[in-house]
């Protein structure tokens, strides 16, 4: 399959692979919504997106003390941590295959199953999870059987262009959004899309290549995975969900760049719709958005 995708790719011009993976999108994913055909879950005009960087261990604090001030939106493990029933999300965003794949390594699985069980049990308010359009949501609704929780899956692919005019017309179809590489960046484009004027964005560490080191003996690319709600550990970084491709250093370079760059589309996109970010995090390496404190 990879050889055939890569012989495709080789044969037609680069310009209409985001038209292509659209349409492989739009056939394939017939049960995902279109954001404009999505009724997003808003009590405050304000909104905190919690990242899963290291920072937010130092910020999580301050951000509790002004919980009823924001709505929230959460991404991946958040709700194993003890602060997910005090901010109560409206708004969770899984982007991860090892989240929905059923190729997934059993540590991957272990993790999830722990997570939407924690979901199905905790959570007594309303809350929208969002999905990729490609998600296979069913083994989230094996776990996830909570009326409170609406699983919706987007139907939304990755698109950029050096012609912002360009992003902003696809952007606003519902159907395109920036890369889909890191779950952050999808948190921020659908709290845009829920017409929140502000938002405040902590643990948006961004640090991972800071994280990276190549093994000087076997040339092997080692991380150090440090999360809020996690102890740090060290282990050689595969490609998910299966753990079983080795990553290079390009691809993961590749993939830090190409999330740095979605940040900026979507600070550009956030003005174009009159909405404000802040970056609140106590540590960060995006400079795509102004600095500030939560106040």
């Given at each position: 399959m990879n050889k055939i995708k890569s012989i495709v790719k080789f044969i037609i011009p680069q310009c209409w692979w985001p038209e292509i993976s659209f349409f492989r999108h739009l056939l394939l994913s017939r049960d995902a919504k279109n954001l404009k055909k999505i009724k997003f879950l808003k009590t405050r005009e304000d909104v905190i997106v919690l990242g899963n960087g290291p920072s937010?261990?130092?910020d999580m604090e301050k951000v509790v003390k002004n919980s009823n001030n924001y709505d929230f939106v959460c991404v991946n493990n958040f709700c194993t941590s003890p602060y997910y029933e005090t901010i109560k999300p409206s708004k969770y965003i899984f982007l991860d295959d090892y989240f929905f794949s059923e190729n997934a390594h059993p540590d991957w699985i272990k993790q999830r199953e722990s997570t939407f069980k924690t979901i199905n049990e905790k959570t007594h308010w309303a809350m929208q999870v969002?999905?990729?359009?490609?998600?296979?949501?069913?083994?989230?609704?094996?776990?996830?059987?909570?009326?409170?929780?609406?699983?919706?899956?987007?139907?939304?692919?990755?698109?950029?262009?050096?012609?912002?005019?360009?992003?902003?017309?696809?952007?606003?179809?519902?159907?395109?959004?920036?890369?889909q590489g890191n779950v952050l960046i999808y948190a921020v484009y659908l709290s845009i899309w829920a017409k929140h004027k502000r938002i405040?964005?902590?643990?948006?560490?961004?640090?991972?290549?800071?994280?990276?080191?190549?093994?000087?003996?076997?040339?092997?690319?080692?991380?150090?995975?440090?999360?809020?709600?996690?102890?740090?550990?060290?282990?050689?970084?595969?490609?998910?969900?299966?753990?079983?491709?080795?990553?290079?250093?390009?691809?993961?370079?590749?993939?830090?760049?190409?999330?740095?760059?979605?940040?900026?589309?979507?600070?550009?996109?956030?003005?174009?719709?009159?909405?404000?970010?802040?970056?609140?995090?106590?540590?960060?390496?995006?400079?795509?958005?102004?600095?500030?404190?939560?106040?």
């Open positions: 937010l261990k130092n969002f999905l990729p359009p490609s998600a296979n949501d069913r083994i989230l609704k094996k776990f996830i059987k909570n009326t409170n929780v609406e699983i919706i899956k987007i139907k939304v692919v990755g698109y950029d262009n050096l012609i912002f005019k360009k992003i902003v017309q696809r952007f606003d179809t519902g159907y395109f959004g920036p890369y405040k964005i902590f643990g948006a560490d961004l640090s991972f290549h800071k994280d990276i080191e190549v093994n000087q003996k076997n040339n092997n690319v080692d991380i150090r995975f440090r999360h809020f709600n996690r102890e740090d550990h060290v282990e050689r970084l595969m490609k998910n969900p299966e753990k079983i491709h080795p990553f290079s250093m390009s691809e993961i370079m590749q993939t830090t760049a190409d999330s740095f760059r979605a940040h900026e589309l979507l600070n550009h996109y956030a003005i174009e719709k009159n909405v404000e970010i802040e970056n609140c995090s106590s540590f960060s390496f995006i400079d795509a958005y102004i600095r500030n404190e939560l106040v």
